[in-house]
């Protein structure tokens, strides 16, 4: 996997806020930590499980944000995953590491953000 290109893909997918393209890069099983579950849906482990619950809160969240456009600044990679620096929601920076499974597609993820 070229992690260059993943980022690109990845940023365009939500940029467009294709739904159905955004969830190509996940498993079935994903897991999602971000703060931002805990800020929107007030699920105060921050987690959510499955590729439908995911589904659902990105769902709502493209409805609420329909001007979201993501800015990426840098790539890194690691052993089967990626972290992704970019300029997010509310013009916070970003830092999503994801971890990759053996199909290629993301499994876990960790979003981090500025304050």
């Known amino acids: 996997m070229d992690a260059k290109e993943f980022a690109n893909t990845w940023i365009e997918s939500w940029n467009a806020h294709d739904l159905d393209t955004i969830l190509t890069h996940y498993s079935d099983d994903i897991e999602i930590t971000t703060p931002m579950i805990k800020l929107a849906a007030g699920i105060d482990s921050g987690s959510l499980r499955g590729k439908e619950n995911v589904r659902e809160y990105w769902k709502k969240a493209l409805e609420k944000i329909p001007d979201l456009h993501f800015e990426l600044y840098e790539v890194?990679?690691?052993?089967?995953?990626?972290?992704?620096?970019?300029?997010?929601?509310?013009?916070?920076?970003?830092?999503?590491?994801?971890?990759?499974?053996?199909?290629?597609?993301?499994s876990k993820m960790n979003a981090f953000y500025t304050e």
């Open 76 to 106: 890194t990679s690691g052993v089967n995953s990626v972290a992704l620096f970019y300029k997010s929601v509310m013009n916070k920076k970003a830092i999503e590491v994801m971890f990759f499974n053996e199909q290629g597609k993301v």
